[in-house]
T-cell receptor, first 115, second 115 residues
C-alpha cells in the first residue's frame, strides 16, 4: 500500500502528558498537511509543509503544538501538556505541487483521547 | 475569510431515491472545489472535484457542477444505494499561483440510505 500512513491509529493519554504522532506521506508528494477533526465537524487546517519548510500555521495551533518534517519526508506532530479539548482525530494529507488541482490524499487519522 | 456551508444532516433516503446535498462557498479569487466522502471506519476519500466555473465533476454516479454565479457546488446522485451511506464533505482550495493548497471544509452531511 503506497497511501498516506499515520501512527498510532489511536492514542489515549492523561491530561498534562505529551504525545507525538507520525505521518508518512506518499513518497513523491512534497506537500504535507495536518488537520484536526472533532466529532460532527469537518476537518480544520492546522499546518502545512512544502518539503521540509513549514509555510503556514493556523491560529488553532497553540504554543503547545509543534510540527516538523525534518527531511521533507515523514512528519511529526507533537502536543505538549495535553488538555481534554485536544481530544480529536488528527489527519494528515499529502499532495504533489500540482497547481491548480491541489488534490490531497488523506491518511486514516490518529484518534486522540485525553482523559 | 473563505468558508464552506453545507446543508444540515442527517439525510435519510430510501434506496434508489434522488440525492441532493447543498453546498455554498465564500471565497476570493478562483478556488477549486471538492467533495470528499468518509465511509464508516475509513479515512477521507476524494469523491470528485471541479477546478473552474461551469466544470462538472463526476464519479461513481455522483456529480456536482461549479456554479460561480450562485457560489454553489451541490452534490447529486440519481439513484442512491445502501453502500452510499457515509459522511460527505464539501471543501474548497484557494486559487492563485501562490496558493498553499490548504482545504477549507464544510461541517459534513451524514447520508443514511435504507433498503
Amino acid at each position: 500500500d503506497t497511501g498516506v500512513s499515520q501512527d498510532p491509529r489511536h492514542k489515549i493519554t492523561k491530561r498534562g502528558q505529551n504525545v507525538t504522532f507520525r505521518c508518512d506521506p506518499i513518497s513523491e508528494h512534497n506537500r504535507l498537511y495536518w488537520y484536526r477533526q472533532t466529532l460532527g465537524q469537518g476537518p480544520e487546517f492546522l499546518t502545512y509543509f512544502q518539503n521540509e519548510a513549514q509555510l503556514e500555521k493556523s491560529r488553532l495551533l497553540s504554543d503547545r503544538f509543534s510540527a516538523e518534517r525534518p527531511k521533507g519526508s515523514f512528519s511529526t506532530l507533537e502536543i505538549q501538556r495535553t488538555e481534554q479539548g485536544d481530544s480529536a482525530m488528527y489527519l494528515c494529507a499529502s499532495s504533489p505541487t500540482n497547481f491548480p488541482y491541489n488534490e490531497q490524499f488523506f491518511g486514516p487519522g490518529t484518534r486522540l483521547t485525553v482523559l | 475569510g473563505n468558508s464552506v456551508t453545507q446543508m444540515e444532516g442527517p439525510v435519510t433516503l430510501s434506496e434508489e431515491a434522488f440525492l441532493t446535498i447543498n453546498c455554498t462557498y465564500t471565497a476570493t479569487g478562483y478556488p477549486s472545489l471538492f467533495w470528499y466522502v468518509q465511509y464508516p471506519g475509513e479515512g477521507l476519500q476524494l469523491l470528485l472535484k471541479a477546478t473552474k466555473a461551469d466544470d462538472k465533476g463526476s464519479n461513481k454516479g455522483f456529480e456536482a457542477t461549479y456554479r460561480k454565479e450562485t457560489t454553489s457546488f451541490h452534490l447529486e446522485k440519481g439513484s442512491v444505494q445502501v453502500s452510499d451511506s457515509a459522511v460527505y464533505f464539501c471543501a474548497l482550495s484557494e486559487g492563485g499561483s501562490s496558493n498553499t493548497g490548504k482545504l477549507i471544509f464544510g461541517q459534513g452531511t451524514t447520508l443514511q440510505v435504507k433498503p
